[in-house]
Every structure is written in C-alpha cells, then in structure tokens.
C-alpha cells in the first residue's frame, strides 16, 4: 500500500531520518535505528576481534551498539537487564589531538612506549570505572570490592595508598589523567612522575571488579575506534596489550582498511596473527552483495515505515519508491525523439518492402544499437547488419549482452544534459559498494530532489530516473570535493580521482572497436624505481583507506601489503559523476611513474593513457566536470 496525501511533516521526518547517516549526527536516536548487521553475532565473543573497513561502513555505529549504553538502549532501557548483560563494552574513540602529544624529538621513542603506556592505563581504567558509576546509578546497587583488591590497584597505578572505595578511586584517576595530559607538553623539563607498567592497572582492576558479587563471571569489552589514527609505536603498545590480556577482558577494534600498520608488538619478533590472536573481520568481505542488500532494505526501510508510521508488515518498501530501469528502456528514454524516423529513412532505400516492414518492428533501442555495431571499424553496413538481425536474431544477442550497456554510454555523446542514468535500488547498492553511509547519502538526496519536485505535492510515488541519476552525481561530486580535507594527503587523492575519473569517462564515451567497461586498473610490472613504487603505494593505500579506490586482489593470494597484485577501481559511488560504469569489469594497466604524472601532470598522462588506448584526447569537458576545468588544463 503506497501511502497517499502525506503530509509536510512526514516528508520532513523522512527527509531527518535518511540524512542521518553518520553515527555523529544520531545523538540520541543512535540506538532507536540501530539495525544488527548479519556479522553482528561474531563480534559477540570472548575473543579479541578486528573489524576491518572504510569510512562509513558502519563501525562506529557497531561498536557503539556493543557498549553498555547501547546494550542498555537496545534492551528497552529495563534496569533489571543490566546484570543479564553476558559483557560490558567500554567504547573509546582514538582522539587524535591526545595521541600525537606522545611524539617528538624531546624525549626518545623508548620514552615514549613507557608515557603512553600509563596514559593507556589511566584510560581504560577510567573507562571501567566510569561504567561502575553508570551500574550503581541505574541499578541502584552498590559495587563492593575488598579494600585490598583496591590498593593493588592503587599500588599498580603509582598513587599514594589512601583510597579505600572505588568512588575514591574514580576520582583520584580522573585527577591524575588531566596532570598526566597536561605535563606532556613540557616533558622535556626532566619533571617525570612515576610511571604504572603498561597493562598491569589494568589486569588489577578488572580482576577487582570480576571478583566482585555484581560482576561476577562478566567480561569488560574495550571498544576502540579508529584505531588508525593511532601512531604506528602506539599500535605496537595496544598490540602488545592485546595479545596479552587477560580473561577478565578483551578488545574488540574498528580500523580503516589499511589502517592497521603495525601487527608486531612490543617485542619485535612477536606477531599478532589471525586466527591465534584475533578474529579478523573484513566488512567487504563478510557483507556479501546479497547480505549488504538485505541489511541495507533492514536499514532503509525501517526509517521508511518509522516516518511514514507504516506497520512492518506493510509492503511498501525501498524498491518501490526506486525503481530499476532497464537497459532497453533506458537507451530510449536517452535517444532525441527522432532518431527512430532518422534511421528508418536511412534504410527505407536500401531494404527490400519485406525487410523494411520487419525493420518497423524492432524496438527503437534495438535499431539504434545495430546502428552503434555498424559504426564499428570493418563491420558491414547499417543496411547489411539489419538484414542480419532479422534472419538470425538469436546471433546478436551475444553482442547485446556484451556491448549493449556500453552503448549507452555513447547515445547522447557531445550533448548537454544527461548521458547516461543510475536508477534503481540494486544500481544504488552497487553505487554503494558495501557503505552503508553513502548508500543512505545517495537515498537521501534522491528523496530530497523528489520533495522538491512539482510532482512531489502530497503523495510519495516512485522516483524518476533523472531525479535519481542527479541525485547520484550530487553525491559523487560531494565526496569528491571532501577527500582533500580527509587526510594529510587529501590533496594528491582529489588529483588522482579527477584523472582517473577524466580517464575513465573518456574510455566509456568512446567504445566503439574497443574493449567495453574498462573502469578498473593494475600496476604494471617495468623498471620503475623502489622510490617511485613507495610513493605510489602511499597514495594508493591512502586512496583505499579513504573510499577513492576500492581494490580486489589478483588471482593468487597475496600479502594484503603487495600493492602490484591488486586491481584498483574508482570507488564506484563517484561513477555517476563522472559518467562511466559502476559495474566491475575491465582493466588497463598503468605504470607507477604514470599514476604519478596523473597528480602531477594530468593533462599530459591523460593523454599519454588515452593514446595507448587509441582515444584522442578531448578538448571540451563534459557540463559536471567543468567545475574542475583548470585542472584539467
């Protein structure tokens, strides 16, 4: 049941819901939308576990959920579940600006590994006993240690031995967190306190707490996010904390693909290595494209039916409101209105009546299509491919399933406006790659342009086509303009995106005698310098870590660090922008030196690439790139 006369205010609550697409921006209505991901269960174990992906997967969110906070709200916020709890998350995000204090020449790195070391101690025991202060404060039952528990706790940590409750103690390391963050920036003075030996605070205090009535046959979760943006010796010290915790506790830890630097610990002939170690959980690989499809209708339909008021039962679902468009449909939605007549009267002189009579018939796509495969380099005549169709049919339709998308492409060539659409939920998801966030970005400005529509007055009804494929190119130029900002080398990675992304447009808009779909890449194997490979594998992890490439390995397996046996993509959320397919298909092969010259030069590489693919390079951009036209030239 499509829902009719539908107020302003629910198009807005919508129009809320979808846009909040960042765990950030959820406040409050975190927990009300959280939907399980299928991967969720695993993360529930007393195992060290690393989930593993790219902005706007989901991890925040994840382990957001995981924590005692998000247990609580998913529970219904019943006091009486608390203690049914099997664990309790404690969710620290890496704060950059705490971090990177723990570097510079003033002291050496060994100094260091011994500072951060304790400020990890203060931190996560400051994280379990802000939790016994949220416990006692829901449940309103007192959490009693021995008096001795806590004195090794106190001893462990360094402080003066006068404590005897936990509150005391909470006090006491909140205290001491804000001296010890205060005294890094002039540790050079010599002025060092005593320092707690990395992990044993902690080790003693989760032992108190476990040992206690309340928390008896519990474990503690540490929950750490963004666990990129830790530096790489501290990565080393919570590596080392890993592998050596104890029962009382486990880690469970959101990073970047690429992200994790360091797997060694403290000891450098010692390795955290998956499966001993840790379960290691790849979101991109354990969210299938049919799992994603399934969350992500989860997700979606959910903040459908909760601003629509809607019973779940209801089946109005995403894919109503965003409906697929054929390739058939969609050649002729692209084509002027007279380019059936136009090649009707080019055949009518060369076609027997009989021949002609059958050539009315097919659909206008099909006629153009012949058309495009007669244009190619030593193929028959418009007339003479024709006449092929119509005795055998059954013989194009290879040639249909191989080069008909890429036809499209083709179509409006040269022509202001659209060239080509992205319409549809299933074209969206792949549009999506697995992120849940752009998924929700992309739906959420195709509801935006619809409301803002004349057709959009008081009913929701299926989205159009072009509403959706402007939609989607909104989005791609959105992520595209926010890469710069991302990281330390966001600059070079809008570089390399509007190179590849020029590439790319040009390869699709020029298909005719070519390989159809080349939209992917791999590094050449020559006899480039380590100098140039280290810089391009920098930029090319960066360009992984933040969503502007995606990567496959090769048909070996291989170390995930050996950047040559991987196959590279434009992640395909920016494929509607600059207009080429966002399906995984071909490959062409660069040069390390010539991923560089497109940063450094890219006018030149573009078409040094584009000459090797026997493609001119054009002079004139198409209308969504020429906001970027001084680059280009």
Known sequence: MTPENLGSDRRQALSRLLGLYKAEWLN???????????????????????LIGGRGTGKTTLLKGLSYKGQ???????PSAIREFPFYGLYYRVNTNRVTAFRGPEVSEAKWVSLFGHYVNLLFCQLMLEFVTWFELNTGEQVIVDDRAIQRVQIALGF??????????????????????????????????????????????????????????????????????????QQRVLNTIVKHASSTYTFKIGVRELGWRERATLNPNEQLTHPADYARISINDVLTPQRF????????????????????????????????????DEAELLMEPSRQSELLAELEPRLTSAEFASACTLRPAHLNFISYWAGRPGMEAFAECVRSWLRNEAEWQA????????????????????????????????????????????????????????????????????????AAQ??????????????????????????????????????????PEVNQFHLSHNSSTSEVEDSVKQILDHAVMHQALVRF???KLIDEADTREYDFMVHPVFSAFFVFSHRRKRKLALEPQLVMRLIGTPREAIRVILEKSNRIYPESLPDQLELFGSYYD
């Open 28 to 50: 409050g209505q975190l927990f009300e939308l959280f939907t399980e991901p299928p991967y969720f269960g695993e993360l529930k174990t007393n195992r060290p576990c690393v």
């Open 72 to 78: 609580y709200a998913l529970s219904g916020q019943r």
């Open 160 to 233: 003066p031995n006068c404590t005897s409750t936990l509150s005391d103690l909470a006090t006491d390391l909140e205290n001491e967190l804000l001296e010890f963050e205060a005294s890094i920036n002039t540790i050079s003075d010599g002025t060092h306190r005593r320092l707690s030996l990395q992990g044993v605070p902690i080790d003693e205090l989760a032992k108190a707490l476990t040992e206690s009535t309340s928390f008896s046959g519990k474990q503690f979760l540490f929950l750490i996010d963004e666990f990129e943006n830790f530096e790489d010796y």
């Open 293 to 328: 499809k399934q969350f992500a209708e989860r997700v979606v339909n959910s903040r459908l039916h909760r601003a629509y008021g809607l019973n779940e039962d209801d089946i109005s679902t995403i894919g109503t409101y965003l409906p697929e468009l054929s390739e058939l």
């Open 399 to 470: 040639r249909i399933n191989n080069h008909f998308y890429a036809s499209l492409f083709v179509i409006r060539k040269g022509k202001r406006g659209i060239q080509k659409h992205y319409a549809g939920w299933d074209t969206y998801l792949t549009l999506a790659n697995g992120n849940i966030r752009y998924l929700l970005e992309l739906v959420h400005t195709a509801f935006l342009g619809y409301f803002e529509s004349e057709n959009a007055a008081e009913s929701l009804k299926p989205i159009d086509a072009t509403t959706q494929t402007i």
């Open 474 to 515: 909104n989005v791609g130029k959105k992520n595209l303009t926010e890469l710069e900002g991302l990281s330390v080398e966001g600059a070079k990675l809008t570089k390399l995106l509007l190179s590849l992304g020029r590439v790319f447009q040009v390869l699709a808009s020029d298909p005719q005698g070519h390989t």
């Open 553 to 555: 390995a090769g048909n």
